[in-house]
Protein backbone atom coordinates (compact mmCIF):
# COMPACT_ATOMS: atom_id res chain seq x y z
CA UNK A 1 0.00 0.00 0.00
CA UNK A 2 1.54 3.23 -0.81
CA UNK A 3 -0.62 5.65 0.64
CA UNK A 4 -3.88 7.55 0.43
CA UNK A 5 -5.02 7.35 -3.10
CA UNK A 6 -7.59 10.61 -5.10
CA UNK A 7 -9.03 10.49 -8.36
CA UNK A 8 -8.43 12.26 -10.61
CA UNK A 9 -6.16 14.51 -10.29
CA UNK A 10 -7.36 17.46 -11.92
CA UNK A 11 -11.10 18.47 -13.10
CA UNK A 12 -11.91 21.05 -14.76
CA UNK A 13 -15.89 21.78 -15.42
CA UNK A 14 -18.20 24.63 -16.18
CA UNK A 15 -20.26 26.37 -13.39
CA UNK A 16 -23.26 24.27 -12.65
CA UNK A 17 -22.37 20.76 -13.55
CA UNK A 18 -21.67 18.15 -11.28
CA UNK A 19 -18.60 16.06 -10.17
CA UNK A 20 -17.73 13.51 -7.99
CA UNK A 21 -14.00 13.11 -6.22
CA UNK A 22 -12.98 9.83 -5.00
CA UNK A 23 -10.80 8.93 -2.44
CA UNK A 24 -8.79 5.67 -1.26
CA UNK A 25 -7.38 5.48 2.24
CA UNK A 26 -4.65 3.81 3.18
CA UNK A 27 -5.70 0.23 4.16
CA UNK A 28 -7.24 -0.56 7.14
CA UNK A 29 -7.68 3.21 8.26
CA UNK A 30 -11.09 4.03 10.36
CA UNK A 31 -10.68 6.97 9.84
CA UNK A 32 -11.33 9.39 6.31
CA UNK A 33 -11.20 12.98 6.55
CA UNK A 34 -12.19 15.40 3.84
CA UNK A 35 -10.16 19.25 3.45
CA UNK A 36 -10.51 22.23 0.89
CA UNK A 37 -7.10 24.32 -0.04
CA UNK A 38 -7.50 27.28 -2.01
CA UNK A 39 -4.00 29.30 -2.85
CA UNK A 40 -1.91 30.54 -0.59
CA UNK A 41 -4.19 28.45 2.56
CA UNK A 42 -3.91 25.79 4.80
CA UNK A 43 -6.40 22.86 4.36
CA UNK A 44 -10.27 23.67 5.82
CA UNK A 45 -11.87 21.04 7.53
CA UNK A 46 -15.21 19.89 5.22
CA UNK A 47 -16.08 16.35 6.76
CA UNK A 48 -15.41 13.04 9.06
CA UNK A 49 -15.87 9.69 8.62
CA UNK A 50 -15.75 6.71 11.49
CA UNK A 51 -15.66 3.80 9.47
CA UNK A 52 -19.10 4.45 7.57
CA UNK A 53 -20.35 6.78 9.73
CA UNK A 54 -20.42 10.17 8.67
CA UNK A 55 -19.49 12.13 12.22
CA UNK A 56 -18.98 15.63 11.82
CA UNK A 57 -19.63 17.95 8.97
CA UNK A 58 -18.11 21.30 8.83
CA UNK A 59 -20.28 24.39 8.06
CA UNK A 60 -18.46 25.05 4.61
CA UNK A 61 -20.23 21.98 3.70
CA UNK A 62 -23.42 23.37 2.35
CA UNK A 63 -25.89 21.53 0.95
CA UNK A 64 -24.69 20.95 -2.19
CA UNK A 65 -21.86 18.76 -0.99
CA UNK A 66 -22.22 15.13 0.09
CA UNK A 67 -19.81 12.59 0.88
CA UNK A 68 -20.31 8.81 1.57
CA UNK A 69 -18.43 6.04 2.37
CA UNK A 70 -19.87 3.04 1.93
CA UNK A 71 -18.70 -0.20 3.58
CA UNK A 72 -16.02 2.08 5.41
CA UNK A 73 -13.66 1.88 2.49
CA UNK A 74 -13.15 4.26 -0.59
CA UNK A 75 -15.10 7.67 0.18
CA UNK A 76 -17.20 9.84 -2.55
CA UNK A 77 -17.23 13.39 -2.42
CA UNK A 78 -19.58 15.06 -4.64
CA UNK A 79 -20.45 18.83 -5.98
CA UNK A 80 -23.72 19.58 -7.84
CA UNK A 81 -24.42 22.80 -9.19
CA UNK A 82 -20.69 23.88 -9.23
CA UNK A 83 -20.21 27.63 -8.87
CA UNK A 84 -17.04 29.22 -9.26
CA UNK A 85 -15.96 29.45 -5.76
CA UNK A 86 -15.87 25.96 -5.45
CA UNK A 87 -12.33 25.98 -7.31
CA UNK A 88 -9.85 24.36 -5.38
CA UNK A 89 -7.85 21.67 -4.05
CA UNK A 90 -9.56 18.79 -2.08
CA UNK A 91 -7.28 16.79 -0.02
CA UNK A 92 -8.10 13.37 1.43
CA UNK A 93 -6.90 12.15 4.75
CA UNK A 94 -6.66 8.85 6.65
CA UNK A 95 -5.58 7.64 9.90
CA UNK A 96 -6.01 5.25 12.27
CA UNK A 97 -7.35 5.33 16.37
CA UNK A 98 -6.47 7.04 18.14
CA UNK A 99 -7.55 10.20 17.03
CA UNK A 100 -4.60 12.00 17.57
CA UNK A 101 -2.57 9.92 15.03
CA UNK A 102 -1.08 10.78 12.06
CA UNK A 103 -3.74 11.85 9.26
CA UNK A 104 -1.67 10.39 5.59
CA UNK A 105 -2.86 13.25 3.12
CA UNK A 106 -3.47 12.08 -0.79
CA UNK A 107 -1.90 14.53 -3.56
CA UNK A 108 -5.20 16.19 -3.76
CA UNK A 109 -7.80 16.59 -6.43
CA UNK A 110 -7.97 20.21 -8.08
CA UNK A 111 -11.11 21.37 -9.02
CA UNK A 112 -11.20 24.20 -11.76
CA UNK A 113 -15.08 26.10 -12.24
CA UNK A 114 -14.84 27.97 -15.84
CA UNK B 1 -12.52 30.56 18.56
CA UNK B 2 -11.33 28.20 16.26
CA UNK B 3 -8.51 29.94 14.89
CA UNK B 4 -4.53 29.37 14.54
CA UNK B 5 -2.82 32.06 13.26
CA UNK B 6 0.85 31.66 11.91
CA UNK B 7 3.68 34.01 11.34
CA UNK B 8 5.52 34.81 9.06
CA UNK B 9 3.98 34.36 5.80
CA UNK B 10 7.32 33.70 3.62
CA UNK B 11 10.40 32.49 5.18
CA UNK B 12 13.92 32.99 3.76
CA UNK B 13 17.05 31.74 5.06
CA UNK B 14 20.54 30.58 4.04
CA UNK B 15 21.44 27.05 4.20
CA UNK B 16 23.02 25.67 7.56
CA UNK B 17 20.62 28.71 9.04
CA UNK B 18 18.15 28.42 11.50
CA UNK B 19 14.21 28.61 10.35
CA UNK B 20 11.43 29.70 13.24
CA UNK B 21 8.36 29.20 12.54
CA UNK B 22 5.41 30.48 14.94
CA UNK B 23 1.81 29.73 15.83
CA UNK B 24 -0.75 31.38 17.87
CA UNK B 25 -4.22 29.77 18.77
CA UNK B 26 -7.00 30.39 20.88
CA UNK B 27 -9.37 27.50 21.80
CA UNK B 28 -7.77 26.34 25.16
CA UNK B 29 -9.11 22.58 24.85
CA UNK B 30 -6.99 22.30 21.95
CA UNK B 31 -4.51 19.55 22.76
CA UNK B 32 -2.97 18.15 19.36
CA UNK B 33 -0.37 19.82 17.73
CA UNK B 34 1.12 18.79 14.20
CA UNK B 35 3.56 20.55 11.91
CA UNK B 36 2.76 19.66 8.38
CA UNK B 37 4.98 20.13 5.25
CA UNK B 38 3.93 20.33 1.98
CA UNK B 39 5.79 20.34 -1.68
CA UNK B 40 4.03 21.98 -4.61
CA UNK B 41 1.15 19.36 -6.18
CA UNK B 42 1.46 17.20 -3.09
CA UNK B 43 -0.69 16.68 -0.31
CA UNK B 44 0.33 17.63 3.29
CA UNK B 45 2.99 15.40 5.34
CA UNK B 46 3.15 15.12 8.99
CA UNK B 47 6.55 16.42 9.90
CA UNK B 48 6.58 16.50 13.91
CA UNK B 49 3.75 16.81 16.61
CA UNK B 50 3.36 17.53 20.03
CA UNK B 51 0.98 17.61 23.03
CA UNK B 52 0.58 19.79 25.93
CA UNK B 53 2.19 17.63 28.23
CA UNK B 54 5.95 18.36 26.81
CA UNK B 55 7.16 21.70 26.38
CA UNK B 56 9.49 20.32 23.87
CA UNK B 57 9.98 17.71 21.40
CA UNK B 58 12.78 16.97 18.99
CA UNK B 59 13.02 14.67 15.93
CA UNK B 60 16.66 15.30 14.22
CA UNK B 61 16.63 18.92 12.90
CA UNK B 62 13.24 19.36 13.69
CA UNK B 63 11.88 20.93 16.93
CA UNK B 64 8.58 21.94 18.32
CA UNK B 65 8.23 24.03 21.36
CA UNK B 66 5.42 24.43 22.54
CA UNK B 67 4.24 26.94 25.74
CA UNK B 68 0.86 26.17 26.79
CA UNK B 69 0.47 29.71 29.01
CA UNK B 70 1.14 31.75 26.31
CA UNK B 71 -0.54 29.70 23.53
CA UNK B 72 2.02 29.20 21.14
CA UNK B 73 4.16 27.18 19.33
CA UNK B 74 6.77 26.90 17.21
CA UNK B 75 8.66 25.27 14.62
CA UNK B 76 12.66 25.46 14.42
CA UNK B 77 14.48 23.84 11.66
CA UNK B 78 17.97 23.66 12.38
CA UNK B 79 20.93 23.16 9.47
CA UNK B 80 18.26 24.53 7.21
CA UNK B 81 18.57 22.71 3.68
CA UNK B 82 17.50 23.65 0.39
CA UNK B 83 15.63 20.11 0.52
CA UNK B 84 13.54 21.92 2.84
CA UNK B 85 11.90 24.64 0.89
CA UNK B 86 8.48 24.04 1.04
CA UNK B 87 5.40 25.73 2.40
CA UNK B 88 5.12 24.48 6.20
CA UNK B 89 1.62 24.71 8.05
CA UNK B 90 1.00 24.26 11.82
CA UNK B 91 -2.40 22.44 12.90
CA UNK B 92 -4.28 21.92 15.95
CA UNK B 93 -6.91 19.75 17.53
CA UNK B 94 -8.93 18.67 20.11
CA UNK B 95 -11.41 15.36 19.74
CA UNK B 96 -13.61 16.29 22.36
CA UNK B 97 -14.87 19.98 21.09
CA UNK B 98 -14.07 20.00 17.72
CA UNK B 99 -14.23 16.59 16.65
CA UNK B 100 -11.31 14.67 14.61
CA UNK B 101 -10.81 17.68 12.31
CA UNK B 102 -7.34 19.68 12.50
CA UNK B 103 -7.60 23.30 12.20
CA UNK B 104 -4.54 24.01 10.02
CA UNK B 105 -2.78 27.56 9.94
CA UNK B 106 -2.08 29.84 6.64
CA UNK B 107 1.26 28.48 5.90
CA UNK B 108 4.75 29.94 5.53
CA UNK B 109 6.53 29.51 2.54
CA UNK B 110 10.30 28.51 3.31
CA UNK B 111 13.04 29.31 0.93
CA UNK B 112 16.56 28.25 1.70
CA UNK B 113 18.99 29.55 -0.47
CA UNK B 114 22.26 27.48 -1.54
Known amino acids: DTGVSQNPRHKITKRGQNVTFRCDPISEHNRLYWYRQTLGQGPEFLTY????????KSRLLSDRFSAERPKGSFSTLEIQRTEQGDSAMYLC????????????FGPGTRLTVL | QQQVKQSPQSLIVQKGGISIINCAYENTAFDYFPWYQQFPGKGPALLIA?????SEKKEGRFTISFNKSAKQFSLHIMDSQPGDSATYFC?????????????FGEGTQLTVNP
Open chain 1, 93 to 104: ASSLDPWYNEQF
Open chain 2, 91 to 103: AAGNEETSGSRLT
Open chain 2, 50 to 54: IRPDV
Open chain 1, 49 to 56: FQNEAQLE
